[in-house]
């Protein structure tokens, strides 16, 4: 589905790819949502699939479940989600920077890292 603005009704769903500059969700979505400038996930809202955006805006009691691409220019590719989707889905957090006690200095080859 492609237009300008989506807007998608609290009581109704929609299952597949969303693609527009804005996209405004008090319903249901099932799927991707690929908007070039803003989500807004209303309170009543819910959203399965992965979204890519400038700007997102999610109420209390609105949910999502899947990723999350910010970015200043949300245009997207198939081979793009896909490549997001499969690098996320083997080992979340493994690329997570480790714990380190306040104070201490992150050395390599006796050089402070930062």
């Known amino acids: 589905m492609s237009a300008n603005m989506v807007f998608i009704e609290k009581g109704t769903s929609f299952t597949g790819t969303l693609t527009a500059p804005?996209?405004?969700?008090?319903?249901?979505?099932?799927?991707?949502?690929?908007?070039?400038?803003?989500?807004?996930?209303?309170?009543s809202g819910k959203v399965s699939g992965s979204i890519r955006t400038q700007k997102l805006l999610c109420e209390k009691g609105g949910t999502h479940n899947g990723f999350i691409l910010l970015n200043e220019e949300?245009?997207?590719?198939?081979?793009?989600m896909s490549a997001i989707e499969?690098?996320?889905?083997?080992?979340?957090?493994?690329h997570a920077p480790k714990?380190?006690?306040?104070?201490?200095?992150?050395?390599?080859?006796?050089?402070?890292?930062?």
């Open 22 to 43: 804005r996209v405004v969700v008090e319903g249901e979505v099932q799927g991707d949502i690929l908007a070039s400038k803003s989500v807004y996930i209303k309170s």
């Open 74 to 80: 949300a245009s997207i590719t198939d081979k793009t």
């Open 86 to 94: 499969k690098a996320g889905t083997k080992n979340p957090g493994q």
């Open 99 to 114: 714990p380190v006690a306040a104070g201490a200095e992150e050395r390599k080859n006796g050089k402070r890292l930062w």
